[in-house]
T-cell receptor
Framework: KAGVTQTPRYLIKTRGQQVTLSCSPI?????VSWYQQTPGQGLQFLFE???????NKGNFPGRFSGRQFSNSRSEMNVSTLELGDSALYLC???????????FGPGTRLTVT | AQSVTQLDSQVPVFEEAPVELRCNYS??????LFWYVQYPNQGLQLLLK??????LVKGINGFEAEFNKSQTSFHLRKPSVHISDTAEYFC??????????????FGSGTRLQVQP
C-alpha cells in the first residue's frame, strides 16, 4: 500500500497570508490527524478527522482549521499567518481498528 | 491529561555498542505506547507499539522496548547499533478511549548519535 502523502513538501508564505496543506491517507484509513513540529514546542497535536467529522482537537487558536473529504483526504488551513507558524506540519492516518498512526513526510512551512 | 518525559536529549554511542533510550509517561488512564524514529527532513516512522499483552515488544530494525506499568516507563533498547541508526527518536502515548479518538502526546525526543 502507498503511504501517507502530503503536498506541497515546502511552502514559503508571508505574514498575514493564509495557507492550505493537503494530506492523502493510506488507502482504507478513515482517521487523519495533524501535528505541528517546531524546535521550541516539539510535536503537538492539532486535530483529528474521522469520516468527515472533527473527532478531536488540540489546543491551537481558531486560525488553524481543517476538513476531511468523503475519500478521507484531508486539508488543513492556517489563516492570518504569523512568524511562529513556521513549522513542519505532519499528517498521520490510522486504521479503524488500530491505534498506531502512520505519518507522511510533512510539509515544511516558512513564514517570512 | 497525559505527559511524556524523555530523560536524555542526546545519547552518543559507538557503533556496535548497546543503547537504551529512556521514556517515562504520566496518565490517569490506561495508555497505548509507541516509539517513532525521524530521520533528517523526513516524517516519523513507527518503530514499535505496545497495546496490550506481553510487556516486551519487538519492532523494526532490531529495536525492542519493555513496558513497565509500575514504573510508568517504556524504554527503547537495541543490543548493537549501526551508523544508520543515527536519528531522532520519539516516545509517544495515546490514552485508551472507547470513543475511538486518537491523539498522540509526544516526548521531546532523544537524538541518538552513533559514532564509528
Amino acid at each position: 500500500k502507498a503511504g501517507v502523502t502530503q503536498t506541497p513538501r515546502y511552502l514559503i508564505k508571508t505574514r498575514g497570508q493564509q495557507v492550505t496543506l493537503s494530506c492523502s491517507p493510506i488507502s482504507g484509513h478513515r482517521s487523519v490527524s495533524w501535528y505541528q513540529q517546531t524546535p521550541g514546542q516539539g510535536l503537538q497535536f492539532l486535530f483529528e478527522y474521522f469520516s468527515e467529522t472533527q473527532r478531536n482537537k488540540g489546543n491551537f487558536p481558531g486560525r488553524f482549521s481543517g476538513r476531511q473529504f468523503s475519500n478521507s483526504r484531508s486539508e488543513m488551513n492556517v489563516s492570518t499567518l504569523e512568524l511562529g507558524d513556521s513549522a513542519l506540519y505532519l499528517c498521520a492516518s490510522s486504521p479503524d481498528r488500530g491505534h498506531e498512526q502512520y505519518f507522511g513526510p510533512g510539509t515544511r512551512l516558512t513564514v517570512t | 491529561a497525559q505527559s511524556v518525559t524523555q530523560l536524555d536529549s542526546q545519547v552518543p554511542v559507538f557503533e556496535e555498542a548497546p543503547v537504551e533510550l529512556r521514556c517515562n509517561y504520566s496518565s490517569s488512564v490506561s495508555v497505548y505506547l509507541f516509539w517513532y524514529v525521524q530521520y533528517p527532513n523526513q516524517g516519523l516512522q513507527l518503530l514499535l507499539k505496545y497495546l496490550s499483552g506481553s510487556t516486551l515488544v519487538k519492532g523494526i530494525n532490531g529495536f525492542e522496548a519493555e513496558f513497565n506499568k509500575s514504573q510508568t516507563s517504556f524504554h527503547l533498547r537495541k543490543p548493537s547499533v549501526h551508523i544508520s541508526d543515527t536519528a531522532e527518536y520519539f516516545c509517544a502515548v495515546s490514552e485508551f478511549r472507547d470513543t475511538g479518538r486518537r491523539a498522540l502526546t509526544f516526548g521531546s525526543g532523544t537524538r541518538l548519535q552513533v559514532q564509528p
